[in-house]
């Protein structure tokens, strides 16, 4: 399975974006997706997650500022981030858990990453 993310790009504070990461491959279900990022320097931190039952998290520092969804019938993830603070400049990684069609097994995939750069 492949995840391909795009939307990155440079944005003024304040400004917004819309990432998104599509999946393929051998796909039974998603179970859960994730998006991440890594700012220089610093640790990669879990940023949104959305679960095949509908549970959605958010990290604090981007509650009311990102929303994550996602289009099953596309096996496609997105997320919506307004009001982009400097502090949110990273690289933004998808990351899927997800039932292989042809194997029956869990597995777990990264988009290559997309970068956001916020200037104040």
């Known amino acids: 399975v492949q995840l391909q993310a795009s939307g990155g790009g440079w944005v003024q504070a304040g400004g917004s974006l819309r990432l998104s990461c599509a999946a393929s491959?051998?796909?039974?279900?998603?179970n859960a997706w994730n998006w991440h990022r890594q700012a220089p320097g610093k640790q990669r931190e879990l940023v949104?997650?959305?679960?095949?039952?509908?549970?959605?998290n958010y990290a604090d520092s981007v509650k009311g500022r990102f929303t994550i969804s996602s289009d099953n019938a596309r096996n496609t993830l997105y997320l919506q981030m307004n009001g982009l603070k400097p502090e949110d400049a990273a690289v933004y990684y998808c990351?899927?858990?997800?039932?292989?069609?042809?194997?029956?097994?869990?597995?777990?995939?990264w988009g290559q990453g997309t970068l956001v750069t916020v200037s104040s």
């Open positions: 990351e899927a858990d997800y039932i292989d069609y042809a194997t029956t097994t869990v597995g777990r995939s």
């Open positions: 491959g051998s796909i039974s279900s998603i």
């Open positions: 949104a997650t959305t679960l095949r039952g509908g549970t959605i």
